[in-house]
Structure formats: C-alpha cells, structure tokens
C-alpha cells in the first residue's frame, strides 16, 4: 500500500470515528433529555399534591419530633 493508499485508509477511519461519536453523542443526548423530562413530570406531580421534593438524606431530630 503506498502513501496515497494509507491516507484514504486514515480519511475513512477517522470519518467512521465522526459518524460514530455522532451516533454516540445523539443517543446519549437523547437519553438525558428523556430522563429529564420523566424526572420534571414526577416533580411536577409531587408539587401538585403538596408534597416536597424527594430527600435522599435521612430526616433531622427537629424533623421526627413533629
């Protein structure tokens, strides 16, 4: 292979490279759009029923004795 065959070797590489961490990116992308939207919509409908948000830490003294 000569030096005119290892620099198209090297364009398509990194060209499948780009497409691939297109596909990559927009997938991921999408994922993090869609958790949000679930996360926005359960919010959302804790709010509406006069509940607080979720807390992952466990509840303070003051907050048991009440």
């Known amino acids: 292979m000569g030096k005119f065959g290892t620099t198209l070797l090297k364009v ?3 060209t499948g490279g780009a ?3 297109a596909i990559v990116g927009r997938f991921v992308d ?3 759009v869609k958790r949000s939207a679930e996360q926005a919509e ?9 509940l607080g ?7 303070t003294i003051e907050e048991q004795q009440q």
Not at 53 to 59: A, G, H, N, T, W
């Open 42 to 50: 359960y919010d959302r409908t804790r709010y509406e029923q006069g």
């Open 12 to 14: 398509a590489v990194l």
């Open 19 to 21: 497409i691939l961490g």
């Open 53 to 59: 948000p979720v807390s992952l830490q466990p509840p």
């Open 30 to 32: 999408e994922a993090m």
